[in-house]
């Protein structure tokens, strides 16, 4: 894992003027003695008025929920992305308004009835009955119990909510056939481990995905996805196998179309996944925020998208000048910007 | 200024470790590099995900562990403003985490006794907690979490809710310093008086200013061994309120303390989640949290109750939002 940071040492040296003159700068009204009352305005933009909501009172009418939900308890370890991941997508709806964030890194809220680790019901918390969408950063075996699964499932599928899931979300509950119905595939390896691939952009219409070029070369640790159907899903964006070793061991033909992103419907609710994410400056990366961001205002429901399922493109669009680094065409690519 | 250029500036003046004024002096980039803990786990181990450490960062467990109900809506909040100074001034990683499965030195194992690879207490230097009320710790993770503070010399960073945390377990309160017994005037603007101006994490505030939040009253602070950095003014108060519990109008509201080698620093402000949008209240966490790392000095000075030494000013307010132009065009406030 690398800096995304550019900025060399001298760099910083020119800023340190400007830093110090400007930490000295905000200058603190002079004391007096009605000061007291009143002197602090409570900062504008808390929709609670400085109130607050209380320990788990539901956010105001129009702001939505979004629960964070980073369960890398169970597999073999936890990503170093995941909190940063986490943070990003917390300060997105943050900053925006479009949302509040609650991040958890347990499963006990998976449920309409959380309970407590004492097993009493817990006094508040965001649970199933008070989020709008799940922003799903699990990986492997998840530890929760039958009814949790039941009634995540219905969160989704009856309850019409939104299921955002990042990267290593493919790995979660191998052994529990409905979540890759409601996920739409599953993770098959990584071949190609850590490299720079062509991405193309199946659906520019999806919101998010406008700002890609049609195909974009990135720097990631692409999945492999197998047990993935276009009839059952809207493709967003496959891997160009062109630009990939197809000969490495572990790649499954049968896995073609190598979708990466993708959109559905289980039931009612409305379903992303993405498979990049692997290395936290890939969060950085503002094509990459503005897709996770559009992913979860659908999912909210705030924004439509269509997600019919259509086949899958037979031609490639024409490849970008040269495949670079993501990085701001050091070499003249088409990369996506940091 | 936006968040996001103030939080720049913030890492970039730790990074270059000179140009926040007051600020002091990192040590050189080459005595900042160090071996990985004792305890730190085998890339090959790790499946290729966690890396055991960064060179020349920190790493700082962001612990939360609100499964038994209590959570306070800012905990994420302010989650993920820590995480963001540390990975903007590369000074820490930041690991959150809202269950106690790290909160040990002896593995890590899944739910159904798997080994997981990963970060366990060995591999952290500092921990920022936001826990609230009794959390469901192992007789051995205790003992754990102990020693990594006072035989390890390790940081701990504790936030508001921390003072409620495992009320009933008494060393806990020894390694914190004091406890919490009720809010009284629940949310209020008052004035805190900064008593300590010497110390990192307060040095930059001005001697006595108004802050509004969910005020919180510490019990049993011993002013003999802990340096109280904040105390709140209760002179304009009602403190004749059946929940008083402190007669001598002594209410700290922030301290550094040692804990055997460890350095522990607690602050009660950070009750809703706009608080931690204001500039001042994110350098108290920052520059306690590079203290708590040992990445600047800072000496615990215990000290008698200290009055007011000026009228209260207010604080500079939140700064304005800093996402990106597309995000904040669609802002609905």
Known sequence: MKSARPLGWCCIAILCAAVGAAAQAPARPPASPQALAGAYPFPQGDPSGGRGFGRGAPAPRNMKTLLVWADTRNGIAQHDSVSHAAAVIERMGYETGAYYTFIRTDSNIISYHPKMTTGQPASGGPSLANVDAIFFLGHRDVPIDAAQKAELLHFVHDDGKGFVAAHMASTAWMDWPAFGDLLGGRFDQHPWGITTAPVIVEDPGFPGMQFFPRVFSFHDEFYQIKDFSPQNSRVLMRLDTAGLDMSRPGVQKADAPYAITWAKMYGKGRVFYSALGHDASTWDNPAIQRMWFNAIEWALGVIPADVTPRPVSTTVPPPPPAYGRGGRGRRGGRGLGR | ?333
């Open chain 2, 1 to 333: 200024m936006t968040r996001r250029q103030w939080m720049k500036m913030l890492g970039q003046g730790a990074a270059a470790g000179m140009a926040l004024p007051l600020a002091a002096q990192l040590p050189p980039p080459g005595q900042q590099q160090r071996a990985a803990a004792p305890g730190s786990r085998h890339p090959a181990q790790m499946g290729g995900m966690a890396t055991p450490r960064r060179p020349g960062r920190k790493n700082v467990l962001a612990w939360g562990d609100v499964r038994n109900g209590f959570q306070h809506d800012s905990v994420s909040h302010a989650f993920s403003v820590i995480e963001e100074l540390g990975y903007v001034s590369q000074l820490y990683d930041t690991y959150i985490r809202t269950d106690s499965q790290l909160i040990t030195k002896h593995g890590l194992y899944g739910s159904d006794g798997q080994v997981v690879y990963g970060h366990d207490l060995n591999d952290f230097d500092a921990i920022f907690f936001f826990g609230v009320r009794e959390i469901d710790l192992t007789a051995e993770q205790r003992a754990d979490l102990l020693a990594f503070v006072h035989d390890d010399g390790k940081g701990f960073v504790a936030v508001h809710t921390a003072t409620t945390a495992f009320m009933s377990w008494p060393e806990f309160g020894d390694l914190l310093g004091a406890r919490f017994v009720n809010h009284p005037w629940n949310t209020v603007e008052a004035p805190v008086v900064v008593e300590d101006r010497s110390f990192p994490a307060t040095r930059f505030l001005p001697p006595v200013f108004n802050f509004r939040d969910e005020m919180y009253q510490n019990k049993g602070i011993n002013r003999d061994e802990v340096d109280v950095l904040l105390r709140l003014d209760v002179s304009h108060l009602d403190t004749r309120q059946a929940n008083i519990e402190l007669h001598n109008g002594d209410f700290p509201l922030a301290w550094s303390k040692s804990y055997g080698k460890g350095k522990v620093f607690y602050c009660a402000l950070g009750h809703h989640r706009t608080v931690w949008d204001i500039p001042d209240v994110q350098r108290i966490y920052f520059e306690a949290l590079r203290w708590a790392l040992g990445l600047t000095p800072g000496e615990i000075r215990p000290h008698p109750m200290r009055p007011a030494a000026a009228a209260p000013v207010p604080l500079a307010p939140p700064l304005a939002p800093c996402g990106p132009a597309w995000a904040l065009a669609s802002r609905r406030r």
